[in-house]
Every structure is written in structure tokens, then in C-alpha cells.
């Protein structure tokens, strides 16, 4: 089983839907949770970083973190094409802590 | 900005050859880091360095090797490149000490293995 789960899509929605992105994890050992943003033949970066539990709003995107059941999520609300990415969550045990744990990636598609 | 480059965008090679796949940072991190990244398996570390002169292994090190002899050049080394060798190589690099652990990525190289 991998440490981190996460479903690799596609995942495809119209314009202006509200847009749930999960992952799932096995050790509760983690603290620090990420979500990365990929766009078609360019590297990661970093979209929204969230420390144990709780929620985290920037924008249109709010990242939640439930520590109790292993389960962290990314919603985006009023999604827009420019929104069509993959998006990969991150994990790690402690602050400053280099090496992170990846999910697989989802590929989100945003219809116009 | 931060700016991460990486020597080509696309690499085709035969196997058996020696593999040379380079990366640059430009803001003085002390990380970098080497990932492949294959479909439906997201980013797999290979190596990373905390330092000059400084390497771990990573998930996947096998028939790769590392080296960093400046702070802002960290090299991948495809010993004897095989087949299954084929993939997306990422470079990242992060500074020490953030508590967001943010890693800044380069653009990529894909390769393929004939």
C-alpha cells in the first residue's frame, strides 16, 4: 500500500462548478500537508500549504486537513479553465523536513 | 523569482549510453533534488543533496548516480541508460529552514530510452 493515495483522474467539470480534489494517507505521523499544481510540460508548484488540522482559505481554493481520518482536500470554487492542471498532494513528518511524500497526481479538466 | 533550469527539455538516447541531465538554481537553496515522475505514480525521488559535495539516496537510486560540486549545479548521472529508464526527470531545489518546505521545480526533461 502506498503512503499516499490519490486518484489520477481524469477528473472533468464544467465552468463555475465547485471542484473537490482528495488524498488519502497511511501514517499519522504526518504534520505538514501541500498541495502543487502542475501545468501541462512544466514543473510543480506549490498552490496552498496547510500545518495539522484545519482549513486554510486563499482565493478560490481552501485546503482541509483531517488528521483523524487521513484525508486532506483541495476544493476550488468557481473553477475556470485555467484551472486545468494536475494537481498533487505532499506530505511531510516535520517542519523543515526536505523530503517529501507524493500522491500520484489527479488531472482536473475545466469545460468551458 | 526563483529560477530553476534544466539542460534540455527532451533527451533521446540509445541504451548503454551515459546520461548526463543537468539543473541550476539561481537563489543560493541549499537543497536539490532529482524525481522521476511516471503516470499514475506521481514523483519518485531518486537523490538529493543538502550540500556541496553532499548526497542521500532516494527512493529509487538504483543505475543513477548524483553529483554537486557548486552550490547552484546539481547533475543526474544515467550510468548505462536502460529502457525502463524512460520517463519525466524533475529537478527541484528548496531552502533549509522554511516551514512550508516549498520546493521550486524546474521545467522537466523527458527521455527517452531506444
Known amino acids: 500500500q502506498k503512503e499516499v493515495e490519490q486518484d489520477p483522474g481524469p477528473l472533468s467539470v464544467p465552468e463555475g462548478a465547485i471542484v473537490s480534489l482528495n488524498c488519502t494517507y497511511s501514517?499519522?505521523?504526518?504534520?505538514?500537508f501541500m498541495w502543487y499544481r502542475q501545468y501541462s510540460r512544466k514543473g510543480p508548484e506549490l498552490l496552498m500549504y496547510t500545518y495539522s488540522s484545519g482549513n486554510k482559505e486563499d482565493g478560490r481554493f481552501t485546503a482541509q486537513v483531517d488528521k483523524s481520518s487521513k484525508y486532506i482536500s483541495l476544493f476550488i470554487r468557481d473553477s475556470q479553465p485555467s484551472d486545468s492542471a494536475t494537481y498533487l498532494c505532499?506530505?511531510?513528518?516535520?517542519?523543515?523536513?526536505?523530503?517529501?511524500?507524493w500522491g500520484a497526481g489527479t488531472k482536473l479538466i475545466i469545460k468551458p | 523569482d526563483v529560477k530553476v533550469t534544466q539542460s534540455s527539455r527532451y533527451l533521446v538516447k540509445r541504451t548503454g549510453e551515459k546520461v548526463f541531465l543537468e539543473c541550476v538554481q539561481d537563489?543560493?537553496?541549499?537543497?536539490m533534488f532529482w524525481y522521476r515522475q511516471d503516470p499514475g505514480l506521481g514523483l519518485r525521488l531518486i537523490y538529493f543533496?543538502?550540500?556541496?559535495?553532499?548526497?542521500e539516496k532516494g527512493d529509487i537510486p538504483e543505475g543513477y548516480s548524483v553529483s554537486r560540486e557548486k552550490k547552484e549545479r546539481f547533475s543526474l548521472i544515467l550510468e548505462s541508460a536502460s529502457t525502463n529508464q524512460t520517463s519525466m526527470y524533475l529537478c527541484?531545489?528548496?531552502?533549509?529552514?522554511?516551514?512550508?518546505?516549498?520546493?521550486?521545480f524546474g521545467p522537466g526533461t523527458r527521455l527517452t530510452v531506444l
Open positions: 501514517n499519522s505521523a504526518f504534520q505538514y
Open positions: 527541484a531545489s528548496s531552502l533549509s529552514g522554511r516551514a512550508n518546505n516549498e520546493q521550486f
Open positions: 505532499a506530505m511531510s513528518y516535520r517542519r523543515s523536513n526536505y523530503q517529501l511524500i
Open positions: 543533496s543538502y550540500d556541496v559535495k553532499m548526497k
Open positions: 537563489m543560493d537553496h541549499e537543497n
